[in-house]
C-alpha cells in the first residue's frame, strides 16, 4: 500500500511541473493583451483629441447647421471610436454625425475631415479638393505645416502643430490655447518624427519577434498536450501496474531496493558532474585572467607604439618647416625684386592716375554744385505751386458753398450728388496741395541738435491717447537713444509709422506696435556708426511685389473707402530719413504684419565708443 502511494505521488509530481510549465508558455500572450490594451487607450485618445480640435476651432455660421459632422478619409478604424465618442459628447452643443469617404472628391457638407498617413492620401490634393468649403483638415503623422492640424504619436500620447496660414484661408478662428500647446518649432516636430519612427520600428520589431515567439510556444504547447495525453495513458497503465504489485509485494519490494541503488548511483554521477563543471569553471575564470593580462600588455605595447609615432611625426615636421623656410626664403628675394619693379611702376601710374581722379572731382563737384541749384528750384517749384494752388481751390470750395447754401433747394437729387462730389473733390485735393506743402518743407532746416527720442515717443502716446484708446492699440517701446537731428521731423517720422500700424490692421484685430533700436558700429572706425530702429506691428502687412513703390509720393494700395489718407505718408518717412542721413526699409508679409526700419548716424561730438 505504501508504494502504491509513492507511486501515485511521483506521477502527480510530474504532472504538476508539467502544468506549471504550460501556464509559464502563456506569459508572453499576457504581454499581448497588456499591449493590446494600450492600443485601445491610444486610440480612445486619437478621437478625444480630434474632438478637441473642433472644440476649440470656430466656423461661420456654424449656429445655421443642425448636427456637426466629421469625415474620415479612407478605410481607418478610427470612424469606430469617432462613432462611439459621438454617442456621448458634443460639439459646439450640437449632435456629432461621423461620416467616411474613399475619395478626396467626394468630400463636402461635413466641418472637419480626419486623415491617416498611412493610407498615402496626399495632402496637397487633398487640400485643393476641400479649398473654400470651411473644412478644418485634422491630419496624422505627415510633414511639418503640411495641414492644418498635424498630430503625431510621441510614447502613450500624441503631439500637434497647426499651421495659422491655412486655417485663417479657410475662414476659421482658433483659441489661444489651441496654438499655445502646439509645437512651433520645425526642428522639434522633425525630433519627435524621428523618434515615433523609432518608436513604431521597435514596436513593429517586438511584435514581429513575439510572433515568432508565440507560433513556437503554440508549437510547444500542441507538443506539450500530446505528451500530457501520453502520461494520462501511462498514469492510467500505471493505476493498473499498481494493482498488480500491490499483489507482488515482495518483487515490487526487490524493484523499488534496486530504484535505491539506482539514484544513489545517480546521484553520485550528479556529484561528480557538478565537481567537474566547479573545475571547468576555475580553468575559465584562470584562461580570463590570463587574457586580460595579455590584452593589458597589448595596450602597453599600443601606447608604446603611439609615443614613437609622435617622435617620428615631430621629426617629419621639423624636415617639413626647414624645406618650407629655405623655398619662402627663395620666394621672398625674388618678391623683393619684381616688388622694386612694380612700385617703381606704380609710382608712376599713381601719378597719372592722381592727376586724373583730380580732374573727375573737379567735375564732381561742378555737377554736385548744379544739382544742388536744380533740387533747390525744384522746391521753390513745388512749394509755389501748391501755395498758388490754394488760391483758386479756395475760390472753389466758396462757391460751391454759396451754391450750396442758396440754390441747393433748386437742384435734384443729382444735382445735389454732384454737389456733393465736388465739395468731397475740393476737401480731397486741399488735403493733397496740403500734404505736397509739407512734403517740400522737409528737410530744408539743417540745424540739427541733440534730440531724446524718448521724450518724443511719450509725448507723441500723450497726443494719439484718443485713438489709441478708441482701437484698444498697444504700444510698446524699448529704451531708445538720443540723435542728432530735427525734433519736429523726427516726431513726424514716428507718428507716420504708428499711425499706419493703427490705421492699417486686420478687421477685429487689436493693434499691437513695438519700437526698439540697435547700435551698429563701423567695424573700421569705432567711433562712428548708426542707430538702427525698428517698428514692428501686426496689421496687413504689405505684398513683396509692392513693397518699392509704397514710399513713393500719392502711391496707394488700397482705395479710399477701404483705408482713408492721401498716400504721402511714407513718403514723407523716406525724405526725413535720408535728410539725416540714413535709409529705410521693411520687411513684410500679407496677413502677418509690416517690420519698418530706419538707420539715423550716432552723435557726432557726444559719441563715447564702447
Request: net charge positive; aromatic share 10%; hydrophobic share 35%.
Amino acid at each position: 500500500m505504501i508504494y502504491r502511494h509513492q507511486s501515485i505521488s511521483i506521477i502527480y509530481s510530474s504532472f504538476t511541473i508539467i502544468v506549471i510549465w504550460f501556464v509559464a508558455l502563456f506569459s508572453p500572450l499576457k504581454v499581448q493583451a497588456q499591449e493590446i490594451e494600450n492600443e485601445e487607450v491610444k486610440r480612445l485618445q486619437r478621437a478625444i483629441f480630434i474632438f478637441n480640435f473642433a472644440q476649440q476651432v470656430g466656423w461661420p455660421d456654424i449656429q445655421k447647421n443642425q448636427d456637426f459632422k466629421i469625415g474620415v478619409l479612407g478605410p481607418d478604424r478610427t470612424i469606430l471610436d469617432l462613432s462611439t465618442l459621438a454617442k456621448k459628447r458634443k460639439i459646439h452643443d450640437k449632435n456629432v454625425e461621423i461620416v467616411r469617404f474613399q475619395f478626396a472628391k467626394d468630400v463636402k457638407d461635413i466641418q472637419l475631415l480626419y486623415v491617416n498617413h498611412k493610407y498615402n492620401y496626399d495632402i496637397h490634393y487633398i487640400l485643393n479638393k476641400i479649398s473654400g468649403k470651411n473644412i478644418l483638415l485634422v491630419s496624422e503623422d505627415y510633414n511639418f505645416n503640411a495641414s492644418m492640424i498635424n498630430m503625431v504619436n510621441v510614447g502613450d500620447s500624441f503631439e500637434y502643430e497647426i499651421n495659422t496660414n491655412r486655417i485663417y484661408k479657410e475662414e476659421l478662428a482658433f483659441t489661444s490655447s489651441l496654438k499655445k500647446h502646439a509645437i512651433t518649432s520645425s526642428e522639434k516636430w522633425k525630433r519627435l518624427y524621428r523618434k515615433t519612427e523609432k518608436v513604431l520600428y521597435k514596436v513593429q520589431e517586438d511584435k514581429n519577434n513575439q510572433d515568432i515567439i508565440i507560433k513556437r510556444k503554440e508549437n510547444q504547447i500542441k507538443y506539450q498536450k500530446n505528451k500530457i495525453k501520453d502520461h494520462k495513458k501511462e498514469i492510467f497503465n500505471k493505476e493498473g501496474e499498481i494493482e498488480e504489485l500491490y499483489t507482488q509485494n515482495e518483487i515490487q519490494l526487490k524493484k523499488y531496493e534496486e530504484k535505491v541503488v539506482i539514484e544513489r548511483e545517480l546521484e553520485k554521477n550528479i556529484q561528480e558532474q557538478v565537481t567537474f563543471i566547479k573545475n571547468q569553471n576555475e580553468k575559465i575564470v584562470k584562461s580570463n585572467q590570463e587574457i586580460k593580462q595579455q590584452k593589458d600588455f597589448l595596450i602597453r605595447q599600443i601606447d608604446k607604439i603611439k609615443e614613437q609615432e609622435k617622435i617620428l611625426n615631430k621629426q617629419a615636421d621639423k624636415i617639413s618647416l626647414q624645406k618650407k623656410i629655405n623655398i619662402l626664403l627663395i620666394v621672398l628675394i625674388l618678391l623683393a625684386i619684381g616688388a622694386s619693379f612694380f612700385i617703381y611702376r606704380g609710382y608712376v601710374e599713381k601719378k597719372i592716375f592722381n592727376k586724373e581722379l583730380e580732374n573727375k572731382n573737379k567735375a564732381i563737384h561742378a555737377q554736385s554744385l548744379e544739382l544742388e541749384i536744380k533740387n533747390q528750384e525744384l522746391e521753390q517749384f513745388a512749394y509755389i505751386a501748391s501755395h498758388d494752388l490754394q488760391e483758386p481751390l479756395n475760390t472753389i470750395s466758396s462757391f460751391i458753398g454759396m451754391l450750396e447754401e442758396d440754390y441747393g433747394e433748386n437742384f435734384d437729387d443729382v444735382g445735389k450728388e454732384s454737389m456733393i462730389f465736388i465739395k468731397d473733390a475740393s476737401i480731397r485735393m486741399k488735403k493733397l496741395i496740403d500734404a505736397l506743402l509739407e512734403y517740400s518743407r522737409l528737410g530744408r532746416s539743417r540745424d540739427y541738435q541733440k534730440v531724446d527720442c524718448n521724450i518724443i515717443l511719450g509725448e507723441l502716446k500723450n497726443d494719439l491717447k484718443s485713438i489709441l484708446d478708441k482701437t484698444k492699440a498697444q504700444v510698446s517701446i524699448e529704451k531708445l537713444p538720443e540723435v542728432e537731428g530735427s525734433e519736429i521731423e523726427l516726431r513726424l517720422l514716428f507718428q507716420n509709422l504708428i499711425s499706419n500700424g493703427i490705421k492699417f490692421r486686420i478687421p477685429d484685430t487689436i493693434p499691437i506696435i513695438h519700437i526698439s533700436s540697435t547700435r551698429i558700429n563701423d567695424p573700421e572706425n569705432k567711433s562712428k556708426g548708426y542707430w538702427q530702429f525698428m517698428v514692428k506691428d501686426n496689421g496687413i502687412g504689405i505684398p513683396k511685389e509692392h513693397q518699392e513703390r509704397i514710399f513713393a509720393i500719392f502711391q496707394r494700395l488700397h482705395s479710399r473707402e477701404e483705408y482713408e489718407g492721401t498716400g504721402i505718408g511714407l513718403a514723407h518717412c523716406k525724405k526725413i530719413v535720408e535728410a539725416h542721413g540714413g535709409k529705410i526699409w521693411l520687411e513684410s508679409k500679407q496677413e502677418t504684419g509690416s517690420t519698418f526700419y530706419f538707420t539715423i548716424p550716432f552723435l557726432k561730438k557726444t559719441f563715447s565708443p564702447s
